[in-house]
């Protein structure tokens, strides 16, 4: 399983895009990358996962770097409801790091 | 997708006892998984519990402590034995409805307190 590294934490401002980095450069060639969140003590949400294209749901895009060691989640439209602790993963057992605490501001 | 009912959501237990989690599944489902959330930290993965055979337990656990049982597709339990308060936690079901690669479905969580 790929090791992932993202910064502990991040603001936004409201109605601006959120950037979330992942690094995930040991990744393997069929590792897929995953994005969940999770708001307070609830169950994580899945937001988005993809292998080596660049995704878009109605949540969030994802782009994958060319060599896959990197990734970035973007939320378009940043919400205050968009504040949680998000977590990338790259691997097919999902072992989750600490993730990034994205705050959304007014 | 999948809808996971767990029980209970939340308990108080008394040091010494031991407390089984149930999770339900709406749907047959491939691989089901047991996650633990200690205060303030992220989620680490228990076992990943087999249908009709023995849980594999990640580094860290054991069968002794955390019991699991899956017999059939859509239902597992998980069992936290002789609890200390160290084992306060939030427990999280979860499942992969078809291939390896799909993405992971979320129960709500057991919040458990030990006295």
């Known amino acids: 399983d790929a090791k992932t590294t993202q910064p502990p934490s991040m603001d936004c401002a409201e109605g601006r895009a959120a950037n979330l980095p992942c690094n995930h450069s040991?990744?393997?060639?069929?590792?897929?990358v995953y994005w969940y969140r999770q708001i307070h003590s609830q169950g994580p949400q899945y937001i988005i996962h993809g292998l080596k294209n660049n995704e878009t749901n109605e949540m969030a895009s994802l782009i994958i770097t060319e060599d896959r060691k990197s990734s970035t989640l973007i939320l378009p439209h940043a919400t205050l409801r968009d504040t949680a602790v998000y977590y990338c993963i790259a691997a097919q057992k999902l072992v989750f790091g600490q993730g990034t605490r994205l705050t959304i501001n007014p | 997708s999948a809808v996971i009912s767990q029980k209970p959501s939340r308990d108080i237990c008394q040091r010494g006892t031991s407390l089984t989690i149930q999770c339900q599944v709406d749907s047959q489902v491939t691989m089901m998984f047991w996650y633990r959330q200690q205060p303030g930290q992220s989620l680490t993965l228990i076992a990943t519990?087999?249908?009709?055979?023995?849980?594999?337990?990640e580094s860290g656990f054991v069968i002794d402590k955390f019991p699991i049982s899956r017999p059939n597709l859509t239902f597992s339990t998980l069992t936290v034995s002789n609890m200390s308060p160290e084992d306060s936690s939030i427990y999280l079901c979860?499942?992969?409805?078809?291939?390896?690669?799909?993405?992971?479905?979320f129960g709500s969580g057991t919040q458990l307190s030990v006295l």
């Open positions: 979860s499942v992969r409805p078809g291939t390896a690669n799909e993405k992971l479905f």
């Open positions: 519990a087999n249908q009709g055979s023995e849980a594999t337990y």
């Open positions: 040991t990744i393997s060639g069929n590792e897929y």
